[in-house]
C-alpha cells in the first residue's frame, strides 16, 4: 500500500534553514508528481509546492518562492523540501502528497498524503 | 490565483441527515476539483476527484457534482465517523488552491 513518511521537521530560528524529507513507497515513486502543503495550527491548507516525475518541472506557492527548493532522488525514493530563510508565518504542519496523475508535465493534485511533520519557526 | 470560495464554513447536523457543501471557484476550473475529508491530528483523505468520482474505498454515501464555477458536495446519511472538516480543492490551474473548509459537527 501507498505510504508516505515525512521527517526533518523541528524547531528552528527565524532566517535560519531545515530541509524536510519524505520517503515513498507501495508505488512506482519515478512515474509521480509529489506536492508539499502545508497547514498551520488550527488554520487551513496552503499548497507549497510541486515536482514533475522526473524533476524537471517544479513550482511554487509565492509566498516561498526563492526561499524554498523541491528536489526529488528517484534512486532513494524520496522527495525533499529545502526551507532558507524561514519566517514565524512558515511554523506549519508539512505535507508531502503524491500527484494523482501518471508521468504528467502539467501537475494534478495530492491523492494520498503523508501524516506530515512539525516545523516550528521561533526565537 | 484561483480562489475557492466554500460554504458554510461550520454545520451542525443529526445523524441519519442529508448535508451538502458548496464551493464556487472565482473562474471556470472545468470539472478538476477535489474534496476531501480531514479529521483531527490526520492527514486529508481524498473523497472525491474530477468534481464528481469517488476514490476506490470511499462510502457512496458521499458525492460530488457541478462543472465550471459551482460544485456541491452531499454526505446522504450523515454516519458520527463523518465528524471531520470538509476541503475542496481546485487542480485546473497552478498554484492549487484549497476552499477554507467546513467544519462539520454532530448536533
Known amino acids: 500500500q501507498v505510504q508516505l513518511v515525512e521527517s526533518g521537521g523541528g524547531v528552528v530560528q527565524p532566517g535560519r534553514s531545515l530541509r524536510l524529507s519524505c520517503a515513498a513507497s507501495?508505488?512506482?515513486?519515478?512515474?509521480?508528481?509529489m506536492h508539499w502543503v502545508r497547514q498551520a495550527s488550527g488554520k487551513g491548507l496552503e499548497w507549497v509546492a510541486v515536482?514533475?516525475?522526473?524533476?524537471?518541472?517544479?513550482y511554487y506557492a509565492d509566498s516561498v518562492k526563492g526561499r524554498f527548493t523541491i528536489s526529488r532522488d528517484n534512486s532513494k525514493n524520496t522527495v525533499y523540501l529545502q526551507m532558507n530563510s524561514l519566517r514565524a508565518e512558515d511554523t506549519a504542519v508539512y505535507y508531502c502528497?503524491?500527484?494523482?496523475?501518471?508521468?504528467?508535465?502539467?501537475?494534478?493534485?495530492?491523492?494520498?498524503w503523508g501524516q506530515g511533520t512539525l516545523v516550528t519557526v521561533s526565537s | 490565483d484561483i480562489q475557492m470560495t466554500q460554504s458554510p464554513s461550520s454545520l451542525s447536523a443529526s445523524v441519519g441527515d442529508r448535508v451538502t457543501i458548496t464551493c464556487q471557484a472565482s473562474q471556470d476550473i472545468r470539472k478538476y476539483l477535489n474534496w476531501y475529508q480531514q479529521k483531527p491530528r490526520k492527514a486529508p483523505k481524498l473523497l472525491i476527484y474530477?468534481?464528481?468520482i469517488l476514490e476506490t474505498g470511499v462510502p457512496s454515501r458521499f458525492s460530488g457534482s457541478g462543472s465550471g464555477t459551482d460544485f456541491t458536495f452531499t454526505i446522504s446519511s450523515l454516519q458520527p465517523e463523518d465528524i471531520a472538516t470538509y476541503y475542496c480543492?481546485?487542480?485546473?490551474?497552478?498554484?492549487?488552491?484549497f476552499g477554507q473548509g467546513t467544519r462539520l459537527e454532530i448536533k
Open positions: 480543492q481546485q487542480y485546473d490551474n497552478l498554484p492549487p488552491t
Open positions: 474530477d468534481a464528481s
Open positions: 507501495g508505488f512506482t515513486f519515478s512515474s509521480f508528481g
Open positions: 515536482i514533475s516525475y522526473d524533476g524537471s518541472n517544479k
Open positions: 502528497a503524491k500527484d494523482s496523475r501518471t508521468l504528467a508535465v502539467d501537475p494534478g493534485s495530492g491523492d494520498f
